[in-house]
């Protein structure tokens, strides 16, 4: 099982990006996919998740209208769109599986619930 985060790079404040989450040896019709990011001496958060039939979605109340989650069954990929994007938002962006997208307490509570990460992909919006 494995989950391979990329299109991470290098960005001016105000672009945009989008991160594609491949999935091996699991289907993304079987779970719901969350992505995170951590920042430089910052704890890993949550950003969103999308559910394994794609009909919910789940995204950190600071981020709701810039990034939005997505995904392509047929090549098992799962995306996060981001848009207007701020210096703040430099980090790695990380990938992973939860059975479902739950209520979650806060987006660090988030973490706690995933499994099967993947490799990240750094984000770096500078000018």
């Known amino acids: 099982v494995q989950l391979q985060a990329s299109g991470g790079g290098w960005v001016q404040p105000g672009g945009s990006l989008r991160l594609s989450c491949a999935a091996s040896?699991?289907?993304?019709?079987?779970?719901?996919i969350g992505w995170f990011r951590q920042a430089p001496g910052k704890e890993r958060e949550g950003i969103s998740c999308?559910?394994?039939?794609?009909?919910?979605?789940f995204y950190a109340d600071s981020l709701k209208g810039r990034f939005t989650t997505s995904k392509d069954v047929a090549k098992n990929t799962v995306y996060l769109e981001m848009n207007s994007l701020k210096p703040e938002d430099t980090a790695v962006y990380y990938c992973?599986?939860?059975?479902?997208?739950?209520?979650?307490?806060?987006?660090?509570?988030?973490?706690?619930?995933?499994?099967?990460w993947g490799q990240g992909t750094q984000v770096t919006v500078s000018s």
């Open positions: 999308i559910s394994s039939s794609g009909g919910s979605t």
């Open positions: 992973a599986t939860d059975s479902v997208c739950r209520k979650y307490s806060d987006i660090k509570d988030m973490v706690s619930w995933f499994h099967n």
């Open positions: 040896g699991l289907s993304v019709t079987q779970y719901a």
